[in-house]
């Protein structure tokens, strides 16, 4: 364990300057604060694995830090192409086991394997906070903050983690579809606090995935 944690302080050095300096023709997008890499492109890393998982979780691993992947984070696959496909390896990111959303890692791949971009959300490091409220409490104070609220579906809840772009808190994500004000609604409430961090409807933006 103390071997893993140092192998990844090492790694970790390697943010945002050590990918420009390593790949000066990269093209980057930075997190409001600057500290971290939300896009990279523009540039080529070849030889990192035998497979586009392989080689994404070397590059990754290296670049620890650029795109703010912590010590307690867990990459867990979720799509990759065949050796010797180009494609996107799509990865999800945890925390005790349960998922970071909206910060998925895609890293694009080529035939030869090659790294050549990582898309992904700002997640500035791991977690803080506890898992204090119970799904119920969640769901109620979802159904509060919209006034003159008709659901037509039974509420669905899943905890997890999300990103303000300053700190990663726990939440409860809350989808659930409404007649009125008419929508599918997705609403993150503070796992720790109850306070509701975001409200959405998913049928304007057109996805409900994480």
Do not use: C
Request: proline fraction near 6%.
């Amino acid at each position: 364990m103390i071997e893993a944690l140092l192998l990844w302080a090492v790694m970790a050095q390697a943010g945002p300057a050590a990918l420009r300096t390593d790949f000066p023709g990269v093209e980057t997008s930075v997190s409001t604060s600057g500290e971290r890499l939300t896009h990279a492109s523009g540039f080529r890393a070849p030889g990192l694995g035998e497979t586009p998982e392989a080689a994404a979780r070397a590059f990754l691993a290296r670049y620890a830090a650029a795109f703010g992947i912590g010590p307690k984070q867990v990459l867990v696959l979720q799509a990759a192409p065949a050796s010797g496909q180009p494609g996107a390896v799509r990865l999800e990111r945890r925390i005790d086991g349960l998922p970071i959303f909206d910060g998925d890692i895609v890293v694009g791949v080529d035939t030869q394997g090659a790294v050549f971009l990582v898309n992904t959300g700002d997640i500035p490091g791991d977690g803080a906070g506890r898992f204090r409220i119970s799904r119920k409490v969640a769901i109620d104070r979802a159904r509060a903050a919209i006034q003159g609220l008709e659901t037509t579906d039974t509420p669905r809840a899943e905890r997890g983690w999300r990103s303000d772009g300053k700190v990663v808190r726990p939440v409860w994500r809350v989808d659930f579809a409404a007649a009125r004000p008419p929508g599918d609604w997705r609403t993150f409430v503070d796992a720790e606090t109850g306070k509701v961090l975001q409200r959405m409807n998913l049928r304007m933006f057109g996805t409900t995935g994480r």
